[in-house]
């Protein structure tokens, strides 16, 4: 079955987007991998300081680790045996990458999801992100707010605005 057709198509399927954020313990990446300096990524990549960052939403909308949650939601979407798909990456573009797609990688391997991680070279990312040709389902990308302090950014280059879009859907696009 196909399910990039399911889970990438205009209709989202938001119980499987949900079960794989559910999934990744990110207090561990911050803890381990990166030797505990950053906070763990709640909601929306804002951080204090930034034009409309807003704790008590941030803290009330955090994505929570339950990865027994991740599995009822995923098997309640359609796929209680998970399912496979692409991330592909160019190692070094930030902090301990590499080590952070693995780290996802095997949380969402608990729930039945398996990860295949590809590694380019950071000239051929660029390219390949530059013309929205990547041949993969996922890519990693640090979130381009910095030094603007821009949170909506990356909204911008990810939608229907963007030259040759990765993901367009209209219906959204008033809300960016």
């Known amino acids: 079955r196909d399910w990039s057709s399911d889970v990438c198509s205009s209709d989202l399927n938001l119980k499987v987007r949900q079960a794989l954020s559910m999934a990744i313990d990110r207090q561990e ?6 030797q505990g300096y950053g906070k763990p990524a709640v909601v929306f990549p804002t951080f204090p300081g930034m034009p409309g960052y807003d704790e008590a939403w941030q803290t009330a909308n955090a994505v929570k680790f ?9 098997a309640e979407a359609g796929y209680p045996n998970g399912f496979a798909f ?32 590809r590694s ?6 660029f390219t390949n992100l530059s013309r929205a040709t990547f041949d993969t389902d996922a890519f990693n990308m640090a979130w381009p707010s910095d030094p603007n302090l821009d949170a909506l950014r ?10 040759e879009p990765f993901y367009c859907d209209e219906s959204i696009m008033p809300k960016i």
Request: net charge positive.
């Open 154 to 163: 990356p909204l911008r280059i990810h939608s229907c605005l963007r030259r």
């Open 120 to 125: 380019m070279s950071v000239p051929q990312f």
């Open 66 to 74: 339950d990865p027994v949650a991740a599995k009822k939601l995923l």
């Open 86 to 117: 692409t991330l592909t990456m160019a190692p070094g573009m930030a902090a301990a990458d590499g080590e952070i797609a693995q780290q996802v990688a095997a949380d969402l391997a608990k729930i039945g999801v398996k990860v295949e991680i």
């Open 29 to 34: 990446l911050v803890e381990f991998l990166l």
